[in-house]
């Protein structure tokens, strides 16, 4: 009983630090853009279909996918953030939502049309195969190297937002964004680099995640709305809230695979509901 | 005048031809609506590659039948009961359609059946797979044509008991089909002498993790891990299975295992597994004939539930030609009548209750060194005969006299 509970624990651990590293980059679009930013499962299915085509056209392997993918997905960002987004700034974020929530839609669209449904596996790195036996389980190495690559990425991320110089301005910049253009900074620049880092985050937990899932034009659509009920839950635009929830989530999540299956979907909802009703800025947010 | 007139009583008789052939052919036309999962989760083993097998029978049939136009038309049930009943109502009411095929996903068949039986028209089954569908729901205007839980679960479940696989437990989607297929299997497999140790029913679709499952699965020490789950849930468990290092002890028994699927997971992932199946494109000179036409239109090989809607369609287009209507009840009788044989289905009949019955194959996924081409992905280890193969014909359903 108590094996199969830290199995159990140990497996939400890993999926919660995968919610983290996805609702990071939601969190940071949200707190200093003012975006909800509905593109994010589709961004993430890019990044791990990047990876798919570079290894099946190109023959490019993992590691050089878990950089350049994101690159190259961020890059889409950044167009995006200067064709579209640009436009909505200061207009309710309701515009924001749809604009994005459409471009998801044309994206997976698109791709379910070129390569069907069920999709294509994508293999897990040599370095990376096999496993550790803990007794109570057997740990996949890979999924090891999630664990510790997303808290890696995510705790580096809140420091640089939270604690450096550069973070100081784009904090600034979502206060008052005319001030800090006063102050030489250029803030568009600014903001097209973070919609660009976002976007780059999604896709960099996309190129994590093709060796455990299909890599299929769907994989984001059933993953969005969990990350952003753990958005919701953290406090939106929190960053410390969205990685702190995105492992609780998984965490309570793996609970509830163990005592109640089938309401494992559910559960993640209901959390969200509680929340609100408690607290409605969400766990680590603050009432504006 | 004498022109004109002659020339009204030539267009009278004409008309009035017309007119004694009209009631055979009802609307003049008959229309085929294939109505399936055209864009989710079962899209690559029926949707598009459904409506063109229809297609295909259509012309293979010469496009006419009894001298009318066959018309083929198709529409995406997203997986959602109330739209299909509400696609269904509008195609019988408003676009004169005679038959509906394909309603991959129980739920949808099961509520699409009753308005086709209120309406008095066909509907040709091939994905769907729960039993109650010619058990107690059954209907006079109802054909179950490719497969069903029933006959997957004995083909998989009793060969795998035999040879050892005697405890089991079950990874099951938590809807109608799933839980209808674990049934169906525990049964048979309780009956062949082996033991059901437990079972996780998963959220589906929206459950992508599956190593709690297997967690739990592996905790209870069943030799035999069986899916009963399909598509994508079907997929990403089998990855994961093979990742947590569960099937170096253990063994997964697919119980709705698609071509499909094994052509994205790939054979080293694959390999080994047993699963049973309607159709196999490589199986004899006919199958392959006709999947390579079907190969050169969808560039994939055919699913068993695409092969049985071409068979379904073009059974129902020479029921309507022998029996020279449309009608429904006269084209049911005689769809029930006529034996089945083709390149899908050998020695195939249609019981009262409405399930068509044939053989079925228990194979065996190839080992990456044995597959020389292609979509080379099946060894065939046993035809199962039609009369094994599925249920007798159940009591359950009211159609059946006693």
Request: charged share 15%; proline share 4%.
């Amino acid at each position: 009983m108590i094996q199969a509970l830290s199995g159990q624990l140990l497996l939400g651990l890993i999926n919660g630090s995968f919610y983290a590293l996805l609702s990071l980059g939601l969190a940071i679009i949200f707190g200093l853009l003012d975006v909800v930013n509905f593109a994010h499962g589709a961004q993430y299915m890019l990044g791990a279909f990047l990876a798919w085509m570079g290894l099946s056209y190109l023959g490019i392997g993992y590691w050089w996918a878990l950089l350049l993918s994101p690159l190259v997905v961020g890059a889409t960002g950044l167009v995006i953030e200067r064709v579209f987004l640009r436009r909505l700034q200061g207009l309710d974020n309701l515009y924001g939502l749809l604009l994005t929530f459409g471009l998801a839609l044309i994206i997976e669209g698109l791709f379910h049309h070129a390569f069907g449904n069920s999709g294509s596996p994508y293999p897990v790195p040599e370095l990376l195969r096999g496993g550790f036996d803990l007794g109570f389980m057997y740990l996949p190495k890979y999924r090891a190297w999630v664990v510790v690559v997303s808290l890696a990425v995510s705790l580096g991320s809140w420091f640089v937002i939270e604690k450096t110089r550069l973070g100081a301005y784009l904090r600034a910049g979502t206060e008052n964004p005319k001030l800090l253009q006063a102050f030489g900074v250029n803030v568009p620049v600014m903001f097209m680099l973070t919609y660009g880092f976002g976007v780059a985050l999604a896709a960099f937990a996309g190129v994590m995640a093709a060796p455990i899932y299909q890599v299929t034009p769907m994989m984001g659509s059933s993953l969005i709305m969990v990350v952003f009920a753990v958005v919701v839950i953290g406090g939106m635009g929190s960053i410390l809230g969205s990685i702190v929830t995105g492992i609780g989530v998984g965490l309570v999540e793996g609970l509830t695979k163990f005592i109640w299956p089938e309401a494992a979907s559910v559960v993640v909802f209901l959390l969200m509901a509680i929340v609100l009703l408690v607290r409605p800025a969400g766990l680590f947010g603050r009432q504006k | 005048m004498k022109i004109r007139l002659a020339f009204a009583a030539a267009l009278l008789l004409a008309a009035g031809t017309a007119l004694a052939a009209d009631p055979k052919v009802s609307d003049d036309v008959v229309k085929i609506g294939v109505l399936t999962d055209m864009t989710g989760y079962y899209s690559d083993l029926s949707g598009a590659g459904s409506l063109e097998a229809a297609r295909m029978a259509a012309e293979d049939f010469g496009g006419k039948v009894l001298g009318k136009p066959i018309v083929v038309i198709g529409a995406d049930h997203q997986l959602k009961a109330d739209v299909a009943s509400t696609v269904a109502r509008k195609w019988f009411d408003e676009e004169k359609v005679d038959a509906i095929v394909d309603l991959v996903s129980s739920s949808t068949a099961l509520a699409v059946m009753p308005v086709a039986a209120e309406k008095k028209r066909i509907t040709l089954l091939s994905g769907p797979g729960t039993t109650a569908i010619t058990g107690d729901k059954c209907t006079p205007y109802n054909f179950h044509w490719t497969y069903n839980n029933w006959a997957l679960a004995n083909g998989t479940g009793r060969e795998v008991v035999k040879q050892g696989g005697t405890t089991w437990y079950f990874l099951t989607a938590d809807y109608v089909f799933g839980k209808s297929l674990e049934e169906d299997t525990a049964n048979v497999v309780k009956a062949a002498g082996g033991k059901v140790l437990g079972a996780s029913r998963h959220p589906s679709p929206g459950t992508t993790d599956f190593s709690s499952f297997l967690l739990q699965a592996q905790a209870s020490g069943a030799k035999i891990i069986g899916l009963a789950n399909a598509g994508a849930d079907t997929i990403n468990a089998i990855k994961q299975a093979n990742e947590f290092g569960i099937t170096k002890k253990q063994n997964l028994a697919g119980l709705l295992v698609f071509i499909s699927d094994i052509n994205s997971l790939g054979l080293p992932t694959a390999k080994g597994m047993y699963l049973t199946t309607a159709f196999y494109w490589d199986r004899d000179d006919a199958s392959r004939k006709w999947s390579k036409r079907f190969f050169d239109k969808m560039k994939k090989m055919p699913t068993m539930v695409q092969a049985g809607v071409y068979s379904a369609v073009t059974h129902y287009l020479k029921a309507i030609q022998a029996s020279g209507t449309d009608a429904p009840d006269a084209v049911a009788a005689k769809m029930r009548e006529t034996p089945v044989n083709d390149f899908f289905a050998t020695n195939g009949r249609i019981g009262p209750d409405g399930l068509h019955r044939h053989d079925m194959y228990l194979v065996q996924v190839k080992d990456p060194s044995e597959s020389k081409y292609p979509w080379d992905y099946y060894k065939i280890a046993k035809v199962i005969p039609a009369a094994e193969a599925f249920p007798p014909v159940s009591d359950k359903c009211p159609l059946v006299k006693k």
